[in-house]
């Protein structure tokens, strides 16, 4: 073991029941000061404006430096109170990490991400006291659908201004994909769990696990019952590929996969497989490779219809699933499922080209053997919550809102990837929790 | 290439370099090693009389770090040597007689009696020792015993044990400064009456570099007290620079020759005391942060400037800049120069404008067309070189002199020729300008 590995401090995994190895240890102290003393406090800092939470970057950094951890990981929380989980999803290669300075000077950005994984592992592993106190009770009630980040950060700002809230969750879990979809490398140690209790210690906010919008209660009785509502339902459904043989047993969701893998406690419960093809080009795609990969899979292509550059997996992403082992093959579009029996035997694909700017399948044809399917092509919002008894405005079938995070009834706010126009990102959601509880509480203090 | 031989007060080194007296000077082992490593020369650490002193046995230093906690500057409690004289004596000699060719000074720190000097110089003498040097700048511990900067500190002293020394020794006699004085050109007026060869410069400054905060008590704390120590190292450089510059410009000490000390840390430093007046360097805290090796980049790196620049010996630099050491009142009020900002260069993190806003003059922008940039505004810009300073990117931002045309900022003609400020209209006491 290497000096700075035997440096590593206060975050060492415990190890779960599959374990991944941490994808980026934290930072030990002598690793956080060398890289802090590398920002140089910008003015009206670029990193801050591009991060969609605005934390005030720089000053956290200056914390950092001047061994001021626990400050540094309030002044992310005043910001973004799921700073945690953000350190280890954000794609910071295209946020904060790519507007910073430092790539103009040399081409290396100050390690924002790990910086933040670094404050804020030191105050949830060595603070007892939750940083924030809630105000006065204002006697006001709030219903939040879903426990994922968009409804967890608006749960913790609206407890803060002292109303009260219940959070109705259909899981048993909360923490939304932070518990169920990110990929085991990027949050080991349960720590999804850990950041959702840490969130509940500000008090005032009351889960309810198991309670589904749509069965056990309806939209109207949440908007008659509770002063404002706020929906971050996330994405229930799964897009599908729409070709003859998508159900066969070895044709699996990426996201359905991963959650599992999450929860499983030995990987002999999930599918095994020699040979993977995983179809998307997202980040999804790149974390079900990568993982696939790491629970031994000999080969794992990803197969994506455009190129490259079109990916929607960052360019840092992409490196990280090739040096993984993984292999990546553009400009296919699945056309057949090939399949004998329970057997699956791999997929043709038609190549394509851009004709004109539009994508078009050619006659070509390239068939990859595998014998088993990953669908990363994305989730869809289920709209019957929604719509049966209340009709919220949808737009590219998913809740219509404003700059507020408002939707068109009258108490109702929604966030997260539920919504129209988001980027489907942990820290997008948890923005637009904040947005919306800043306007609820404008909204409940008039 | 360039020639390093040095020549000072008659005494002879490979090159100018040498180690101030301290811990690396403290030992034959120290000195051997230094020797191969390749430094012109040592001033042994300071000798005192028997019975030896002894230092603490804690902590003796403390420090200032600057980004990835590199040294900028320390501070030590740290006595005059804690061996017994007869060994230090013993030793000198024959590192001297092994090495020839390098120079070995004695640093000397006895109390205020002529008969503790005239024993000394005698044993001293007996080494084959090249010169000694007369430690009055200790700041701590020593001075409380009425030696080093308790001495350093009185002119009349300075002078008398001066003399003392000159009257009684062959050797020549380096006196070593404290900065701790309020007009340094005082100490060194009174070592040139006494008669001394050189003065050096500086010793350490009186100083306290941090408080650890649990025990309230000053760093390094020693069973939870602390006393003041003495600063080196690159912090204290342009003290050192200026102290040795403010001698070396005056008229009656032109002669005088100065040995540099001073937070010397790389090649360019050592050219800057060189051209300030000094006639050789010494060196302590950058070996004691590097070790010995450092002094291969000081010998390379002078060696390649000179070579560049067409000097052939180290006389050709020494005092070279001195004439060019004015006082305020005399730099020319005509010349006017603006920022710079070269945007091929600039990586907008914004330093300069925020700077410049809030501290100065408002001359930068922070935004042109709705776009993020900065640019001089020459309306407003004093040409202070705040910016330039505060640039992250070495040469990004550049001071650039107007020649000719108006000055936008005072809408005045550029004016070619001089004018200071002792005869400028808002000088109360200004002499009118020759007609
Ligand atoms: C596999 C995968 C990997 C990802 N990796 C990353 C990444 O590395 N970095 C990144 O920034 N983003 C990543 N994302 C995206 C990110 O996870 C989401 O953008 C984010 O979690 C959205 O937050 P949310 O609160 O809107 O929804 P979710 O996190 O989906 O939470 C919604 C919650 O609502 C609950 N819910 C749904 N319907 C109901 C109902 N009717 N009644 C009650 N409760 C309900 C759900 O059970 C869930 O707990 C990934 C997504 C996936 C699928
Ligand atoms: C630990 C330590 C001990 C020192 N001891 C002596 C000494 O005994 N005699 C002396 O003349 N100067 C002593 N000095 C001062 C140095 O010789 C030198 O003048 C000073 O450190 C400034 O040079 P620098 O910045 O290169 O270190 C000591 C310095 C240090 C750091
Ligand atoms: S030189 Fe001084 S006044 Fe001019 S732009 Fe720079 S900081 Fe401002």
């Not at chain 2, 050096?200 to 649990?214: A, C, E, G, H, P």
């Not at chain 2, 050592?270 to 980049?297: D, I, P, R, S």
């Not at chain 2, 010998?299 to 070279?320: A, F, N, P, T, V």
Request: charged share 25%.
């Amino acid at each position: 073991m290497g000096k700075a590995a035997k440096l590593q401090s206060q975050c060492a995994g415990k190890g779960g029941a599959i374990h991944f190895d941490d994808l980026h240890p934290c930072y030990s102290n002598h690793e956080a000061r060398v890289e802090a003393d590398r920002c140089y406090f910008c003015y009206d800092a670029p990193c801050m404006n591009a991060c969609p939470t605005s934390i005030d970057i720089p000053l956290f950094i200056r914390q950092i430096s001047t061994d001021n951890p626990k400050g540094a990981a309030k002044t992310i929380f005043e910001q973004n109170i799921m700073g945690g989980i953000c350190a280890r999803v954000c794609p910071t290669e295209t946020l904060c990490e790519e507007a910073c300075v430092r790539n103009d000077a040399e081409e290396k950005p100050v390690k924002i991400g790990h910086l933040q994984r670094f404050a804020t592992d030191f105050f949830m592993d060595n603070v007892a006291a939750h940083p924030y106190e809630r105000a006065a009770s204002t006697g006001k009630k709030i219903a939040i659908v879903g426990a994922g980040p968009a409804g967890l950060a608006c749960a913790h700002a609206l407890s803060k201004e002292g109303h009260d809230v219940t959070v109705f969750e259909a899981r048993e879990k909360s923490g939304g994909l932070n518990e169920y979809g990110i990929a085991a490398y990027k949050a080991v140690d349960d720590f999804a769990q850990k950041e959702v209790n840490f969130i509940l210690d500000l008090g005032g906010i009351s889960i309810e696990n198991g309670k589904t919008l749509g069965r056990d209660m309806t939209l109207e009785d949440l908007s008659n019952s509770y002063d404002a509502v706020f929906l971050g339902m996330g994405l229930g459904g799964v897009q599908s590929l729409g070709l003859v043989g998508e159900e066969h047993p070895r044709v699996i969701d990426a996201a359905r996969y991963i959650e599992d893998l999450r929860q499983a406690s030995a990987k002999e419960e999930l599918p095994q497989a020699k040979s993977v093809l995983v179809i998307g080009g997202g980040m999804t795609a790149v974390d079900v490779a990568i993982q696939s990969k790491l629970l031994g899979a000999e080969q794992v292509t990803i197969a994506y219809r455009r190129g490259q550059e079109q990916m929607n997996a960052s360019s840092y992403e992409q490196e990280l699933a090739q040096t993984h082992g993984v292999q990546i093959s553009t400009w296919l579009q699945p056309k057949t499922i090939l399949s004998d029996g329970d057997q699956l035997e791999g997929m043709v694909f038609n190549k394509t080209k851009l004709d004109g700017g539009k994508l078009v399948a050619t006659d070509d044809e390239v068939t990859l053997s595998a014998d088993l399917i990953f669908k990363a092509i994305g989730q869809n919002f289920i709209t019957e919550p929604v719509t049966i008894d209340m009709a919220l405005e949808l737009e590219s079938d998913r809740i219509k809102v404003d700059g507020n995070c408002k939707t068109n009834a009258k108490n109702i706010w929604a966030g997260g990837d539920c919504v129209a126009g988001g980027e489907d990102l942990t820290v997008a959601s948890v923005e637009d929790g904040k947005i919306a509880a800043k306007n609820i509480h404008e909204f409940l203090s008039a | 290439m360039a020639d390093l031989r040095s020549n000072f007060i008659g005494i002879k080194s490979p090159n100018p370099f040498w180690l101030a007296s301290a811990p690396p000077t403290d030992k034959e082992y120290n000195v051997v090693r230094a020797y191969e490593a390749g430094w012109g020369g040592v001033v042994w650490k300071t000798l005192g009389e028997d019975p030896h002193l002894v230092n603490v046995n804690g902590p003796r230093y403390g420090a200032i770090h600057g980004a990835d906690r590199r040294l900028l500057g320390l501070n030590n409690i740290e006595l005059i040597t804690d061996r017994p004289l007869q060994t230090n004596l013993q030793e000198i000699k024959r590192v001297k007689k092994d090495w020839p060719d390098r120079a070995l000074v004695v640093s000397l720190m006895v109390p205020c009696e002529e008969q503790s000097w005239i024993n000394i110089l005698k044993l001293v003498e007996e080494t084959e020792a090249d010169g000694i040097e007369l430690n009055f700048g200790c700041p701590h511990g020593m001075s409380e015993r009425g030696m080093g900067s308790a001495v350093g500190q009185v002119p009349e002293y300075i002078e008398m044990v001066t003399r003392w020394c000159k009257q009684n020794t062959r050797m020549p006699v380096i006196v070593k400064l404290t900065p701790n004085i309020t007009d340094i050109r005082k100490p060194a007026e009174a070592a040139n009456r006494g008669g001394a060869d050189a003065v050096s410069l500086i010793n350490t400054i009186n100083s306290i570099v941090s408080v650890d905060l649990d025990q309230m008590a000053p760093i390094p704390t020693v069973g939870g007290k602390g006393s003041h120590g003495g600063y080196c190292g690159p912090a204290v450089k342009p003290i050192a620079l200026n102290m040795v510059a403010e001698i070396a410009r005056t008229p009656e000490l032109a002669e005088l020759p100065i040995s540099g000390i001073g937070g010397i840390t790389t090649w360019r430093d050592a050219a800057e005391f060189l051209a300030l007046g000094a006639g050789n360097l010494q060196v302590c805290t950058a070996a004691m942060t590097y070790g010995f090796k450092v002094v291969e980049e000081m010998i390379d790196g002078l060696s390649d400037w000179m070579d560049e620049k067409g000097y052939s010996s180290i006389d050709q630099i020494s005092r070279k800049a001195v004439p060019n050491v004015s006082d305020w009142q005399h730099l020319n009020l005509n010349y006017i120069a603006k920022a710079k900002i070269n945007q091929d260069l600039c990586i907008e993190c914004g330093r300069c404008h925020i700077a410049c806003e809030d501290t100065s003059h408002q001359a930068i922008t922070n935004m042109v067309d709705g776009a993020r940039k900065f640019e001089v505004i020459d309306e407003e810009c004093v040409g202070c070189n705040l910016c330039v300073n505060v640039c992250p990117v070495e040469d990004c931002i550049t001071m650039e002199q107007m020649t000719e045309g108006v000055d936008p900022r005072t809408n005045k003609p550029i004016d070619s020729s001089y004018a200071n400020w002792t005869t400028h209209p808002n000088n109360p006491q200004r002499v009118d300008a020759a007609e």
